[in-house]
């Protein structure tokens, strides 16, 4: 151990990864903040650096040892935690400098791997130094991730998150909307909800009811729900799967309470490979729930996932897929060519797909999803939406509306008088002119 006292301290931190792995990283810095470190932006200025790894698919693996080297060759001294920190060994043998290894969601381990290998002795009260009340954020100030559980009960065949962040563990109702309600009043305009399978949230309690503002709460998904849509801010769910039960969260966004807006990894539309990737949904089942749903909240906007080139996809099983998203008329849509991951069982599977067919099928599949996205995005022209504000600059402003979750989903593209007035995180209407494969334009009201 490092016995020398620094009258105080620098950390780099670097994070990868996806947005669960990026609240780790929030909490993290939180305390490091707390305890008297100084967060800064660059490997020179940093007495250590932390990087918390993705390690879901290989490209991500090789990312994180990528940054790791970086890391080291920057700076020297280097931590490493999250997803990929499951695999020592294989950190350790292409990084063996690294001073510590440890999994995800190992907050105090991280926190003590600094503390040992550069100490200080400033003297602290986390009650009045500068750490602002809702801890430290990655994001802007005006939106922020709120993670809800930890874990996954699910084994789909193409993914190893279950090994490497445990089974599902959801975080008690009261303390998540403490978290809220202090984001909401420190600025928050937006609460992104986010975990690995947000519907599932409290099956591991037995829904155990929690108290917040004197009142109960039930420690489901619906009952969560309905608290945040107490707050003043949008709520957005990600990471939904679709069973029954999401149906009674409809109301809630007919209400206005909840963004009418559902992110759900559907993954694909062949019974056939849903079933090799142990899926937990059936295609038809999920066609005629969407139906309900749209007649239900016509406003509903859709995200999804998918994958191409699973072993085993054969052609009819793609143009299953194909006639599932035409059919689905999905708003927002991302695909991803199959990877192996190492430990995961689809390894295992027979008939795997050349890269020439997983590359020719991913541009079909995007070349009818660009087509339905275009039509999707029409009927918004000469509406009136609400949008928030994500940047301005001297040709208007940057922002998105209901149907748009930062950084994977389209934008708002304000101009005209007012526009390069408006203000970060504001709310304010538009009338929308224009619309383009992803994108909105509007002018000010």
Not at 298 to 308: D, K
Not at 324 to 339: K, N, T
Request: hydrophobic share 40%.
């Amino acid at each position: 151990m490092n016995s020398s006292f620094a009258a105080s301290a620098r950390v780099g931190f670097v994070s990868l990864g996806c947005p669960k792995a990026l609240v780790d990283s929030e909490r993290i810095m939180t305390q490091l903040r707390l305890d008297g470190y100084e967060l800064v932006a660059s490997y020179e200025d940093a007495d250590i650096v932390v990087v918390n790894t993705c390690g879901f698919i290989d490209s991500a693996k090789a990312e994180s040892l990528e940054t790791i080297g970086e890391a080291l060759n920057e700076n020297g001294k280097v931590i490493v935690t999250g997803c990929l920190g499951v695999h020592e060994d294989d950190i350790r043998r292409a990084h063996p400098n690294v001073l510590s290894v440890t999994g995800p969601q190992q907050y105090e381990a991280v926190v003590g791997a600094v503390r040992e290998h550069v100490p200080i002795d400033t003297p602290h009260d986390p009650l009045t130094d500068l750490v602002p009340p809702q801890g430290v954020k990655l994001t802007p100030r005006h939106y922020a991730y709120l993670k809800i559980s930890e874990g996954c009960n699910h084994k789909c065949s193409f993914c190893i998150i279950p090994s490497m962040r445990g089974r599902l563990a959801s975080r008690p109702v009261d303390e998540v909307l403490r978290e809220a309600e202090r984001l909401v009043a420190n600025g928050v305009r937006e609460l992104l909800v986010i975990s690995q399978d947000t519907s599932a949230y409290g099956i591991d309690t037995k829904y155990r009811t929690g108290f917040w503002q004197g009142r109960p709460v039930k420690a489901d998904m619906l009952g969560l729900a309905a608290a945040l849509g107490s707050l003043d801010a949008w709520v957005r769910l990600h990471y939904v799967y679709p069973y029954p039960h999401v149906d009674n969260v409809m109301p809630l966004m007919r209400d206005g309470l909840v963004l009418p807006y559902l992110d759900i990894p559907f993954q694909h539309g062949s019974p056939q490979v849903l079933k090799a990737m142990r899926r937990p949904a059936h295609a038809e089942n999920v066609l005629e729930r969407i139906a309900r749903w749209r007649s239900e909240v016509p406003e509903l906007a859709l995200r999804s996932t998918f994958i191409v080139g699973f072993p085993g996809e054969t052609d009819h099983d793609f143009e299953i897929l194909l006639d599932f998203i035409d059919a689905a008329e999905l708003d927002r849509v991302g695909c991803f060519q199959y990877s192996p991951v190492a430990g995961a069982a689809a390894n295992d599977l027979p008939d795997p797909i050349p890269d020439a067919d997983k590359q020719a099928r991913w541009d079909a599949f995007m070349q009818l999803q660009q087509q339905i996205s275009t039509h999707r995005l029409e009927r918004y022209r000469g509406r009136t939406l609400e949008v928030l504000v994500d940047a301005v600059d001297a040709d208007g402003a940057v922002a998105r509306s209901y149907a748009d979750a930062p950084e994977i989903d389209g934008l708002v593209y304000v101009r005209g008088p007012g526009s390069t007035s408006l203000t970060v995180g504001e709310f304010c209407a538009v009338t929308i002119s224009d619309s383009d494969e992803y994108d909105l334009f509007a002018t000010t009201v």
